[in-house]
């Protein structure tokens, strides 16, 4: 097991204030079929005991404008979408946003977000893609560090019109995960990797379509094929990606910045 680490107490930096919320929010707690690692509390506004993470927005979060998520039941993702087969006259983009059209539901239940983004990235990091991989040294753990940032990840949101509405660490995809296990730039970055590799590994590319429907959208990224820590988020279909560009690049590099100051204190 691996042991409690206690948070660090970082500097804010002069527009953090202003950047963080648009109004304050209230603490939410859910339990997930599996532990997280305890060094998740590391983070400012997370707190891990096993299977129990509580989340206060108000101090996780970078900003966040937003209380509502779009999602749908994963149990029915599992029965009528994972099967479904693309062909010459329907694709796989259509298929899941059909799907999410149909079943897709509007919640101010965070805690319901983070179940459903947990069985997601269960399944799209499940241990079978280990041997299909092709990296050299990428574990069993490392599966387990996606599932965990990736499950947090699903908090962070953009809106149709491309502006980014919530934003927490865990979008600074290898910033977070060096900070919480104790990673070298080049193993987050392998992480980094992977988790967008899906981009480019057409079998799960497609998986990916698929699962995110759970989600009420589909994985953007705002990185090139090396990971840049422009990070990622589950958009709806539609989604202006020009204005989603231009948001991204003008916060980026401050709250990337917060970040790393997280790291440099556990480390100190």
Known sequence: MTPTTSRPQATAHPHELQARTSAASGAFSVKLPTPFDTRWN????LSVHGCQITVDPNEYFFRFESHTWL????????EQLLPVQETAASAVEQFALDFVKTHGRSTEDPSLVLRTAHEVYTYLFREEHLNGLGITGFTRAHLRMLREASTLMAL?????DGHI?????CWFFPAATSVV???????GAMLDEVYHGGWFNEHRRIESIKAHAALGGRLVHGCQAVPDQSGGVVAPYGASMPAFREDL???????????????ALTRA
């Not at 509405?165 to 660490?169: E, F």
């Not at 690049?249 to 790291?263: D, M, P």
């Open 71 to 78: 999602v749908a039941d994963w149990k029915l993702v599992q």
């Open 42 to 45: 590391r983070l400012p506004g």
């Open 181 to 187: 296990y104790d990673l070298d730039d080049d193993t």
């Open 156 to 160: 962070n949101k953009v809106e149709l």
């Open 249 to 263: 690049g003008a916060f980026k590099g401050e709250w990337l910045e917060q970040v790393y100051s997280y790291r």
């Open 165 to 169: 509405s919530n934003v927490g660490p």
